[in-house]
């Protein structure tokens, strides 16, 4: 662990108990793949493991979607209470044919029932952060396109995440074109936003307002206290359970927290995020408490 | 705010008297090409919609509202989303056979948004298609029943045609030529409509030294001013 600080001897013994924590929740889940970053804003204590990796993004691809309306917002090509037309057809990267989503696999009603009528531009990015919607983030994809979301992406100096389309594109996943991020790369967009650095102040609150209302929580807060708030976005398929997050605990700055785990699509999904963020946040106490 | 016979109680405009902004937006009069180069002018006439409310209350028909006509979202010209907004007036001819086409179907019938009036400045006005015109809907959904497969987008485009040689219908996914499509479209064509209480005589004869259209009375008076303000001892 490096830190301006000074270093403790627990800080050093944190490290080490973490790693081994780390190696064995891989072995006991079968993890074919962990990747881990964590920076707390409280003592500027950075860790990282396997952080570079790249994986399939999943939905944690939608934190990138959200940053790219927030920069369209912020430069006035575009107004949160904007109308979008809330149809279900898309088109593919790969061969430009349409594609439809299959709506019987997308949990929120909240979009698809509003099929050809409007839904705000605010409401369609809280939709699809807080529930994921892939129907939402494909209509933002097509509101503010594609291009946008890797510029901002850019403008900001975020490694490690390639936005190339958006969600349940078939052809594309079948010829391999997938958005990828790293831990790394997540972290540094999650930091941006919980230090206010990602456009405006404005901007960064109304992202975290909207983080906040995560409504899957199988993943980091699952390992964290109740008391503890979480602005957060999960990403699941087959073989990948991730979560990328700002933890924020009481009378202290928050951390920020991602977590990517690939398996075998024979290995059911498990704890491994959860455990992963109890282990976190052990260490964070342990420190607190020295 | 209508007599529910297709000729609601709103001020016919003329497109020429708009402000230059509309006027460049609405290009009344103004050839387009169609898909396969035909040219089409653009129609003139619009109903003038103050509010939503209006539009809300404007019955075109027993159970078409004007506001189902004019619903769009941000592919929209910014201007044109906001009221005072503006309908060609030929748009009762289509809710009138969109009411014919609701009887035959056995359920409401739904235009989507951006699936009625759509300005030539829309996102998706490329080449001239009947939504410019005010005569051509979206269908999203028939009743309770989505329009998303095939097997329903053909059945309903057969109603369609059944009802009326006036009315044209196109294949499922007409758009991108492939098989994923969401709405039935159908459409009058070119008609441009003019009401009744319109004169045509200033576009057909021009007096000598006097302006066609407002526009052209508002820019003198503009050209007057600037030139008496110039001339003004300093």
């Known amino acids: ?290 | 705010m209508s007599d529910g016979n297709g000729a609601p109680n709103l001020k016919v405009v003329d497109a020429f008297d708009l402000d230059d902004e509309l006027r460049t937006l609405l290009r009344p009069g103004e050839m387009v090409k169609d898909e396969k180069g035909r040219r089409h002018r653009l129609p003139r006439y619009f109903y003038e919609v103050p509010s939503h409310d209006v539009a809300m209350q404007t019955r075109l028909t027993h159970h078409f509202g004007l506001n189902e006509f004019i619903l769009v979202d941000l592919k929209e010209n910014q201007r044109l989303q906001q009221f005072p907004t503006y309908v060609p007036c030929a748009v009762r001819t289509l809710a009138f056979y969109l009411e014919q086409f609701r009887a035959a179907a056995g359920a409401s019938v739904h235009i989507a948004v951006n699936g009625g009036y759509r300005s030539p400045a829309h996102k998706m006005s490329h080449g001239a298609t009947p939504h410019m015109w005010g005569t051509a809907a979206d269908v999203y959904r028939i009743g309770s029943t989505i329009l998303k497969t095939k097997e329903l987008i053909e059945k309903y485009n057969e109603v369609a045609e059944d009802l009326s040689d006036d009315l044209h219908v196109l294949p499922m996914g007409h758009v991108t030529g492939s098989a994923a499509d969401d709405h039935v479209h159908v459409d009058l064509g070119y008609i441009t409509l003019i009401p009744r209480e319109i004169s045509e005589d200033r576009m057909e004869q021009p007096q000598e030294n006097r302006p066609r259209f407002a526009y052209e009375e508002r820019r003198r008076k503009e050209r007057r001013h600037s030139v008496e303000e110039a001339s003004e001892p300093q």
């Not at chain 1, 909240?110 to 807080?130: F, P, Q, S």
């Not at chain 1, 097509?142 to 850019?154: F, H, P, S, T, W």
């Not at chain 1, 936005?163 to 540094?188: H, P, Y």
């Open chain 1, 1 to 290: 662990m490096s830190s301006r600080v000074a270093q403790h001897d627990s800080v050093a013994s944190a490290e080490v108990s973490l790693y081994h924590n780390v190696l064995k929740i891989k072995q006991e889940h079968e993890l074919q793949n962990l990747g881990i970053s964590f920076y707390d804003c409280e003592t500027t204590i950075q860790w990282a493991y396997n952080a570079d990796h790249y994986f399939h993004a999943a939905s944690t691809m939608k934190l990138a979607v959200l940053l790219g309306v927030f920069r369209q917002v912020d430069r006035g090509e575009l107004t949160l209470d904007a109308p979008v037309h809330v149809r279900n057809r898309f088109t593919s990267i790969v061969n430009q044919e349409p594609f439809m989503l299959d709506l019987s696999r997308d949990a929120d009603p909240n979009v698809y029932g509003h099929l050809g009528k409007t839904l705000t531009v605010r409401e369609l990015a809280y939709w699809m952060i807080t529930l994921s919607s892939n129907l939402a983030t494909n209509l933002l994809v097509e509101v503010i396109g594609i291009a946008n979301v890797q510029a901002a992406l850019d403008e900001l100096e975020i490694d490690g995440i390639r936005v190339i389309r958006g969600v349940e594109d078939q052809a594309a996943f079948e010829a391999g074109l997938n958005n990828e991020v790293t831990a790394n790369g997540l972290l540094k967009l999650l930091r941006l936003i919980a230090e206010e650095r990602a456009y405006s102040r404005e901007a960064c609150e109304e992202m975290l307002k909207i983080m906040l209302d995560q409504q899957y929580r199988s993943g980091i807060p699952a390992g964290l206290p109740k008391a503890a708030r979480v602005a957060h976005k999960t990403g699941n398929i087959s073989t990948v359970h991730h979560d990328a997050g700002i933890v924020y605990l009481e009378k202290r700055k928050p951390y920020v927290l991602v977590i990517l785990t690939q398996f075998t699509a024979e290995t059911r999904r498990g704890t491994a995020v959860a455990d992963v963020s109890r282990d976190i946040f052990n260490a964070i106490s342990g420190m607190m408490y020295e």
